[in-house]
């Protein structure tokens, strides 16, 4: 959705969102320039070493600007603030590296960049977390706007109930306006009924509100315009609270057809430039990563060999984006038997502990997540990304989506190397429902706040979670 509109509803005042979004960061990354002797003032006024260090500052400016939207989406903003510029920082770190490797005039150490990296990150980090506060004080935050909502349904009973509970709504909730015997409307205690729906032009005249939502549902759409029509002699802004409102949309926005404006509700998130950057990432980390670890994929590749009958790699058929299907690549870490039996994917036995098709050799690269380096031959050729949804095999999609209500949403972007629910504890077997139910609402709360930023900390969490080797077996 647009960015501005969000914005519009936080308490945080216009002053304050300039001071975070751009006065903080430019002042830090500035300081942090000079520190680092990468900017200079002399009597010529201000100078650079480099034409990679004053890249870099301006890289960081725009990468350490916070997205007050996304951060302030819940009451408990300071961990996502910091994971965010973390991420940022790791970026940065990498581009910094790379623009320096270029710059023949400059010298520099990793240590240096590490270290600017480092008081980048935190450093942000830490002046958006006390300049929110500080905009949250009482004599600092904007007054709040006066809201009302035209019908009483579940919808708009969830909304306001969740209205009230978020600490950076900068919403006051008045009441409703419905029509409807109390008999036939939904308990909407502690909320007032301000007046019957043909009766809101009369109560606005009176008590002018800010915003007014129509919850109408798409069954009564002929009243809708009959509420329009009373809402044109008022200067409230008017929204339309959609009665799916209980199911979270993939990627809501406006989308143009032809001359005509459609909601989108269900949509990949990877679109425009942050597709073109996610695939980027893909094609040459993938590309990176297969030429380093070459002599490790060989030795692995020899071991298994070694190890038991059979060839090294093991192929399974998946579905990808759109359920279209792939043959992934893994090394094989049972036996030969199990392997080929497997391939179709159709039919499937889920690792257990202790489980005796696993060979010794299996239960190495197992635990370790090596079994799984050879689907960097995916990501190069397009079929995965290093973020995203796990593939799952053909047979389970087949069983689960008739299972799990908003399955097949998952496959509306590529698969993954890892992803969200990856590193919140869902790794290894799902042998009960719950379990694989848990992995899909990860998995589409993944798609409902993809960031290229977000890909980067999962990256980072992974690593901690293949050290830990919890749940793989």
């Not at 039919?347 to 502990?353: D, G, H, P, S």
């Amino acid at each position: 959705m647009d960015l501005a509109s969000e914005l519009d509803f936080l308490p945080i005042s216009r002053i304050w969102r300039i001071v975070i979004a751009l006065i903080a960061p430019t002042a830090l990354l500035l300081f942090l320039g000079f520190a680092f002797g990468w900017l200079s003032i002399g009597s010529a006024g201000v100078g650079a070493s480099s034409w990679s260090g004053v890249a870099i500052i301006l890289l960081g400016i725009g990468l350490m600007r916070p997205k007050l939207a996304y951060f302030l989406k819940s009451n408990d903003y300071r961990l996502r603030t910091i994971q965010y510029f973390l991420s940022s920082g790791v970026f940065l770190f990498v581009v910094a590296l790379a623009l320096f490797t270029l710059d023949a005039s400059a010298i520099i150490s990793i240590k240096s960049l590490i270290s600017f990296s480092i008081a980048a990150s935190f450093g942000a980090a830490v002046l958006t977390i006390v300049c929110v506060e500080l905009s949250m004080l009482p004599s600092q935050k904007r007054p709040p706007m006066r809201l009302a909502i035209a019908a009483i349904t579940d919808s708009s009973l969830a909304f306001a109930k969740d209205l009230i509970h978020q600490r950076f709504v900068n919403v006051q909730f008045m009441g409703f306006f419905e029509d409807r015997v109390p008999e036939r409307i939904p308990d909407h205690a502690p909320f007032p009924i301000l007046a019957r729906i043909d009766g809101i032009a009369e109560y606005l005249a009176e008590h002018p509100l800010d915003h007014i939502l129509i919850s109408l549902p798409t069954q009564a759409s002929y009243r809708f315009g009959l509420v329009i029509e009373q809402l044109l002699d008022t200067t409230s802004s008017v929204h339309y609270l959609h009665d799916f409102l209980l199911f979270k949309p993939i990627r809501q926005a406006m989308t143009a057809i032809g001359n005509h404006s459609v909601f989108t509700v269900i949509d990949t998130p990877n679109n425009g430039l942050d597709q073109w950057i996610k695939r980027s990432i893909d094609l040459f980390g993938s590309a990176l990563a297969l030429i380093l670890l070459s002599p490790v994929l060989v030795i692995v590749a020899l071991w298994i060999k070694w190890d038991s009958p059979g060839p090294a790699l093991f192929r399974q058929n998946r579905w990808g984006v759109s359920a279209e299907p792939f043959s992934i690549y893994k090394f094989r870490s049972m036996t030969n038997a199990t392997s080929s039996a497997a391939a179709s994917g159709e039919v499937i036995t889920q690792t257990k502990a202790q489980d005796a098709r696993v060979t010794r050799v299996g239960a190495f690269i197992r635990k370790t997540s090596i079994d799984e380096l050879p689907q960097l031959i995916n990501i190069f050729l397009g079929d995965m990304s290093f973020v995203g949804p796990r593939p799952h095999a053909a047979g389970h999609n087949k069983e689960y989506r008739g299972l799990i209500k908003g399955y097949m949403l998952r496959h509306k972007v590529k698969p993954g190397l890892t992803g969200w629910a990856q590193i919140h504890g869902f790794r290894g077997e799902t042998d009960t429902l719950d379990k694989m139910a848990g992995r899909i609402a990860y998995d589409l709360e993944y798609l409902r706040n993809w960031t290229p930023v977000l890909d980067i900390y999962i990256v980072l969490r992974t690593i901690y979670v293949v050290v830990s080797g919890k749940n793989a077996y």
